[in-house]
């Protein structure tokens, strides 16, 4: 009786291990199109023999069947990793092409209105007024043309402001708040992962919990979007060498902007910490090419007042002095500027606040006092030597703006970053087709193929279907033995 009985164990672990088989390769089907699961393979081994007092006396064993030794969770960690790093990398492509777009339109203008285009009438005016120093209308050109200059330029620093307050402070705009709500994201998916891996640490003890590790590998992808993270064998995850998220979910730290900036800066724990990719290192590229581009503003703001005050004061001008239309020297800057923020025709001349105070007699047009240049007759009001030498400025090179004309000045700063756009744009695309093809790769691995599970599900069947039929052979043994 005892062969039979171990007949009848074995054809019974055959049919509920490949009733099992069966069950995870429903499973598998049932989630073919579940984003981020991954395949599970059960590994099947030899039932364990249980010595007996009948068996310890054998010197061979019939065996013990079948059985489930694990159901295997499919994981390629090096190209998970590999992946993890390039959508770190290429969301900060894009976040960089995407808000550096938006720069460069609040500063490139193609239109009557552009920078280039003000400062050629600023200085045509000035064009006009040496061949006719005496006309007062053409004085009062020179002034509109000025503020109309200086406003614009005013304009393009409060665009930039306005551009970094949104970014930094929530101001209204395509970006408002989001530095602050990426990091605010961070936090929340860390601290769902912290969860996570508190309750696989504690579940790993007894199961293996697979559908919780499919939502952890999908978390960290998403987090590697916002951050150039990196993530440890126990799953642990660390930004700039810093713990975010211990392996057992124990610990876990805040993502903090402890200075706005430009630059923000971060901390973790109260520990600086430095990120280069992923959106908020993105926004930390963009708010420095921003503070740039504010720079080089600034920097022709204050040269181009430099320079056609160094030739409208006399107190500023070597080559000697110049005069305004009533024959006074003059020793009053054309503009005054600490900045393109606030760079304007000095009050003196035009005060916007009182528009219809214009002073165009106070404007220096002339390099000297007397007609015949003896002092024996009046103010050599028809004198535009001095305005002649500030219209030339349109085709003078400027050390300060590293040899270049105002407007070509500007234009190159227009024209880097364009360039920074397009590489951004470009390694961004180029990012995409390599995720696609990590992806590819990995879920050729990872993923259900639904043509190797039919496979496996027929073969679970055949496999059934023989422990099912050894089952009835020695259950119609039995009865045979039973009516002997």
């Known amino acids: 009786m005892q062969p039979i009985h171990d007949s009848w164990t074995i054809a019974r672990s055959a049919i509920l291990t490949h009733q099992h088989r069966l069950a995870v390769t429903a499973n598998n089907i049932a989630n073919i199109d579940t984003p981020g699961y991954s395949r599970r393979t059960v590994r099947l081994g030899t039932a364990p023999e249980t010595p007996s ?91 509109q043309r000025g503020n109309e200059l200086a406003s614009h330029l005013r304009s393009l620093s409060s665009r930039i402001d306005g551009f970094d307050g949104q970014i930094i402070g929530g101001s209204p705009g395509n970006y408002t708040g989001q530095l602050a709500s990426d990091v605010d994201s961070f936090n929340r998916m860390t601290t769902e992962l912290q969860d996570l891996n508190r309750q696989i640490s504690f579940a790993s003890s007894s199961f293996d919990p697979n559908a919780l590790m499919d939502r952890r590998d999908v978390l960290l992808r998403e987090i590697s979007e916002f951050a150039d993270v990196s993530v440890g064998s126990d799953f642990s995850v660390t930004l700039d060498g810093q713990a975010v998220v211990s392996g057992d979910g124990t610990v876990r730290a805040d993502l903090e902007i402890t200075d706005a900036g430009p630059p923000p800066l971060f901390a973790l724990d109260g520990t600086a910490v430095t990120l280069s990719s992923g959106h908020i290192g993105a926004w930390v590229d963009v708010l420095g090419i921003s503070t740039v581009m504010s720079d080089r503003l600034d920097l022709l703001a204050v040269d181009l007042a430099d320079a056609v005050n160094r030739i409208h004061n006399s107190d500023l001008n070597p080559a000697g002095d110049s005069y305004d239309l009533t024959g006074q020297r003059c020793d009053w800057n054309f503009f005054t500027a600490t900045s393109a923020a606030d760079i304007a025709v000095n009050t003196i001349i035009y005060d916007p606040a009182n528009p219809m105070q214009m002073n165009p007699s106070l404007i220096a047009a002339a390099g000297s006092i007397y007609d015949d240049g003896l002092g024996t007759t009046g103010p050599n009001t028809a004198d535009g030597a001095r305005a002649l030498q500030i219209a030339d400025l349109a085709d003078a090179t400027r ?86």
């Open 53 to 143: 007092a009948l068996t310890q006396t054998r010197t061979w064993s019939n065996g013990a069947g079948v059985q489930v030794l694990d159901i295997v969770r499919t994981s390629n960690q090096m190209k998970s990793n590999m992946l993890r790093q390039q959508l770190s990398d290429t969301s900060g492509h894009h976040t960089r092409a995407d808000a550096l777009g938006s720069l460069e339109s609040l500063m490139r203008e193609d239109d009557d209105s552009a920078l280039g285009v003000r400062l050629d009438a600023f200085w045509n005016a000035w064009s006009d007024l040496s061949n006719q120093a005496d006309n007062v209308g053409f004085r009062s050109v020179v002034i």
């Open 399 to 484: 050390s300060a703006l590293n040899a270049q004309g105002f407007g070509a000045f500007h234009v190159t700063g227009l024209t880097l970053l364009g360039s920074i756009i397009s590489t951004e744009r470009t390694l961004g695309d180029n990012g995409d087709a390599i995720i696609g093809a990590i992806e590819d790769d990995l879920q050729s691995e990872i993923g259900v193929n639904l043509d190797e599970e039919l496979m496996d599900m027929m073969a679970a069947q055949r496999a059934f279907q023989a422990g099912t039929r050894l089952l009835q052979t020695v259950d119609e043994m039995m009865q045979t033995i039973l009516k002997i």
